[in-house]
């Protein structure tokens, strides 16, 4: 096995030319070393660190004393058995929130947009990812964090990427704060962007990034700046936090495992949060 296979080559078969990444690191992989997953194909030892993540909850889960009396309890636990649980409950209360939208009044939108010049409603820079202008915004920007969430999930962690995801939301509305402090935004892109920025990251530290979304990047940011109607410092400014988050935690994986890495991905995004903080607060002395 060669650590320094050509890009083309199989990194675990240098004689093998192969145009096919790992979904998970990036890795190029050829037709023997390709494990299935539910999105894409993984390499080896990503394939191998999973099934060892899931034997380690299964075997948590059956230690555990006692269990959930009700059919409640038990349905939550199944739920956050699989293999991205905060995804899929990012996507289900985002579609809750959706639905609501649609009754008389429309109370969601009231409560939860985000107005780049209303600085004393602090929970809006996060809840207005939960609200979107149509079902087609809604729908794309779910199909991405389906497709792109669970393989980062499976990564860093349950709670480290939910925490990624809120402040890359976050982190997205102190930037239309700063750019475009007269507009009013909606939507999950800001963070959805932030997921990219991420992936590119991440497999950049730890192999290689795959073209393909590279060119879905780039044609969305192409889109966001000649569409009309399209909160650019959004989405530019999840993709530059998801960058930092990505390349920070990617290198952190890079040279540590388990426990360890996931302790020192926490200050990677904490660190990512103190600079966004502090963007927000220059922002509200600003306006003072």
Not at 111 to 140: D, M, N, Q
Request: proline fraction near 5%; glycine fraction near 10%; charge should be positive.
């Amino acid at each position: 096995m060669s650590a320094t296979a050509p890009a083309d080559r199989c990194y675990r078969h240098p004689d093998r030319v192969s145009w096919v990444l790992c979904s998970r690191c990036g890795r190029t992989i050829c037709g023997e070393c390709q494990q299935q997953a539910p999105v894409g194909v993984r390499c080896p030892e990503c394939a191998r660190e999973l099934a060892q993540e899931q034997r380690t909850l299964q075997r948590e889960t059956r230690a555990a004393h006692g269990g959930p009396r009700t059919e409640v309890g038990r349905r939550a636990r199944q739920w956050f058995a699989q293999p991205a649980p905060v995804t899929m409950s990012i996507v289900a209360v985002t579609a809750l929130v959706g639905a609501l939208q649609l009754l008389p009044g429309d109370l969601s939108a009231q409560l939860l947009y985000f107005f780049g010049f209303s600085l004393v409603e602090p929970w809006r820079f996060v809840t207005y990812a939960l609200v979107h202008a149509g079902v087609i915004h809604f729908a794309f920007n779910m199909l991405v964090l389906w497709m792109v969430g669970p393989a980062i999930e499976q990564r860093i962690g349950r709670l480290p990427f939910l925490a990624a995801y809120v402040i890359s939301a976050a982190g997205a509305a102190v930037a239309v704060a700063w750019f475009t402090p007269m507009s009013a935004v909606v939507g999950a892109s800001g963070a959805i962007y932030a997921l990219f920025g991420m992936a590119i990251g991440m497999q950049r530290m730890l192999g290689r990034v795959q073209p393909t979304l590279l060119l879905i990047v780039g044609i969305n940011l192409v889109i966001t700046f000649v569409v009309g109607g399209i909160s650019w410092p959004a989405h530019v400014g999840g993709l530059v936090i998801g960058l930092a988050l990505g390349f920070g935690i990617g290198l952190v994986h890079k040279r540590m495992r388990g426990d360890q890495a996931t302790k020192s991905a926490w200050l990677v995004i904490g660190a990512v949060a103190l600079v966004l903080a502090g963007l927000f607060a220059l922002r509200v002395v600003s306006v003072l």
